[in-house]
């Protein structure tokens, strides 16, 4: 919605409105945002897991114990005035933020690390996420096997990743937030530095896993998954 349609909706100037959004944004970051860092929840429990696994085995997977996806995101950015080569990301030609997203099954983003400087490789973001390390607490089926995630051939083979892996349909998960919410992709980027760029893509996954339990998407609708209800998801 352009702002000139916001300001006719709401009766509120520019300034005010920018306030009234940075606001929310801020108070849901502070809330919630360890829903998407934090694996120990009801619905990522050893059960829930096996299940997960069990559902990307029966569509296209070879294995039985990956429960999950896990991949980096390169988010565009105007070009900074300091710092440029921080952030420029050669492989996509762009400057940008990178995030590490892990995509399940049934439609939802079960974690999120970011944002980081648009240079960084995918194994260095997995180390700065100590993502393995949460695998190891948490990642096990109800009789104690290690599950695993897929992952690009950039990441580490360990006992919680099967890398190289053949792609798999619960990636499509990661395409929902851009397409949803469509500021964070306009051919004119958000600027570092006037705006909130990396705050703002997590609360909009965080709202995307919402709008996911409420209506559904292509991941969880493919492998016939439910998510949680969203009172047991914003507990």
């Known amino acids: 919605m352009s702002i000139r349609r916001l300001v006719s909706r709401f009766g509120r100037p520019v300034p005010q409105l920018c306030m009234i959004t940075n606001t929310v944004v801020n108070d849901l970051y502070e809330r919630h945002s360890y829903l998407l860092q934090d694996l120990d929840q009801p619905w990522l429990s050893p059960e829930n897991l096996q299940l997960y696994a069990t559902a ?3 569509k296209d997977a070879a294995l039985n114990n990956c429960w999950g996806v896990v991949d980096g ?8 005035k300091q710092n440029q080569r921080i952030v420029y990301n050669g492989h996509k030609r762009v400057h940008a933020l990178k995030f590490q997203s892990v995509g399940a099954p049934n439609g939802l983003i079960a974690n999120l690390f970011g944002p980081v400087d648009g240079k960084r490789h995918d194994s260095r973001m997995l180390a700065m996420s100590c993502l393995l390390g949460k695998l190891q607490d948490h990642s096990y089926s109800p009789t104690g096997e290690a599950l695993r995630l ?8 360990r006992v919680h990743f099967q890398c190289p892996y053949v792609r798999v349909s619960v990636e499509w998960v990661f395409g929902d937030i851009a397409t949803y919410f469509k500021f964070i992709d306009f051919k004119k980027p958000p600027k570092i530095g006037l705006s909130a760029v990396g705050k703002s893509y997590v609360i909009c996954a965080l709202l995307r896993n919402a709008l996911t339990r409420l209506y559904g998407n292509t991941t969880s609708t493919y492998f016939e998954l439910v998510p949680p209800r969203l009172a047991e998801y914003f507990q």
């Open 56 to 58: 990307i085995h029966d």
């Open 73 to 80: 995101t390169v988010r565009p950015i105007c070009r900074p």
């Open 150 to 157: 897929y992952g690009e051939p950039a990441y580490p083979h």
